[in-house]
């Protein structure tokens, strides 16, 4: 079963860090483009992340530019967000997806691989 599961969520204080990773089973990431996004309660889902199959190119929204860090790790089928100086802002579902080829796309409608979504909440 081809699918991509989703840790390291959870509730932090404002400032705090996580770092989330992104799993697949069932077909090897070496082939795709990974992003990640979230999706805030009443929010359109939002592009975060994303980083080429060969790791050579990432892409970062403005609004976590200089405070996240997007990685994979082809050895071990998984990619990761590391999320530092959070902000109650990135209260979010995050998500990681799957496109296949070399580039990826801000667009979440060109990823046709989703996981499940881990909660982050930033809170004091």
């Known amino acids: 079963q081809v699918q991509l599961v989703e840790s390291g969520g959870g509730l932090v204080q404002p400032g705090g860090s996580l770092r989330l990773s992104c799993a697949a089973s069932g077909f090897t990431l070496d082939y795709y483009a990974i992003g990640w996004f979230r999706q805030a309660p009443g929010k359109e889902r939002e592009f975060v992340a994303a980083i080429s199959w060969g790791a050579g190119r990432t892409d970062y929204a403005d609004s976590v530019k200089g405070r996240f860090t997007i990685s994979r790790d082809n050895a071990k089928n998984t990619v990761y967000l590391q999320m530092n100086s959070l902000k109650p802002e990135d209260t979010a579902v995050y998500y990681c997806?799957?496109?296949?080829?070399?580039?990826?796309?801000?667009?979440?409608?060109?990823?046709?691989?989703w996981g499940q979504g881990t909660q982050v909440t930033v809170s004091s």
């Open positions: 997806a799957a496109r296949g080829g070399p580039m990826f796309t801000t667009s979440p409608d060109a990823y046709n691989t």
